[in-house]
């Protein structure tokens, strides 16, 4: 399904995309979204610096995220627009918004509320495992732990609600 | 292009995914590619911690990643595996590489030759431009450039090569 947007401003928010060197050196927004109508989003700890996650933004998540200051994402798994932390509190404050190159990702840095994490199995980040390098000799690279114990437990925030996870 | 790593290996280098738990809290790199066999991949400088880039990996480019140290991607502009750095000499060696909570992001932890740079315009992060918050008032979000000047002259690197930036 195609992330369509919904707001109903009467401007444009997003400037046309008219020639590579108006999106690479000029001064509009004018984003690219892929097939589905979405923008990939780089979020990190405006404090730490640390990678929290990558999110997946529709128009109207990102026009959202600029005009409120608050992290908005598309939610693929349950395609909706997701203010992040209506569930669990765990607000992103958008610090600085900036745009890739050719304007086809976004990089948030932003100020988490509460306990500071953003990973829904319950980590500070979602890249909470690293991968051994040099390379599988016989099988699957095995992940190694960063982080020894979770910020908060997903039961007592996210309740029955369905694992976001898809195989 | 070059051969695929794939047909001389005996061993397959990534695991089944075979359930939400698995995949979430296991030790084995179960990666998830999207339709076009591709999965996202957030670059930083490790010393700095600066975001440089959002690329992409096939099989073969984060196998080759892992093998090697060094960062391979999926070019998809010139539809090849991309070892980067061969033209510019800019390559990215890696200190760090980890993997998300669903297995469907890569975050790359690099330390990169020459200039320092990674970005095909010549800036040293592709993420050179921060995005006006609380508007837009009328029309398209404003940029600011974040860097006050190029770390090289792309026509003194890449010559008459087609830029990847596409509209």
Redesign the interface.
């Given at each position: 399904m195609r992330a369509e947007r919904t707001d109903r401003t009467t401007?444009?928010?997003?400037?046309a995309?008219?020639?590579?060197e108006q999106?690479?050196?000029?001064?509009?927004?004018?984003p690219?979204f892929d097939a589905d109508g979405l923008i990939?989003c780089?979020t990190?700890d405006a404090s730490t610096?640390?990678?929290l996650?990558?999110g997946y933004m529709n128009g109207e998540a990102l026009q959202q995220t600029?005009?409120t200051?608050e992290a908005h994402y598309w939610s693929r798994s349950r395609q909706c627009l997701w203010r992040k932390g209506a569930t669990s509190g765990l607000i992103q404050e958008?610090v600085?918004?900036?745009?890739?190159?050719?304007q086809d990702?976004v990089?948030l840095r932003v100020k988490v509320a509460g306990s500071g994490a953003s990973?829904?199995?319950g980590?500070r980040s979602?890249?909470?495992?690293?991968?051994?390098?040099?390379?599988?000799s016989?099988?699957?690279?095995?992940?190694?732990f960063?982080e020894s114990r979770k910020s908060f437990d997903p039961k007592d925030i996210y309740g029955d609600a369905p694992?976001?996870?898809?195989?």
């Open positions: 401007s444009t928010p997003f400037a995309r008219v020639s590579v999106v690479e050196e000029g001064l509009a927004l004018a690219k990939p780089i990190t610096s640390e990678v996650m990558l600029i005009v200051g958008v600085e918004l900036r745009i890739d190159d050719d990702a990089w990973c829904h199995v980590y979602c890249f909470y495992r690293s991968v051994e390098l040099g390379g599988p016989g099988g699957p690279a095995q992940l190694v960063t694992n976001p996870t898809q195989l």
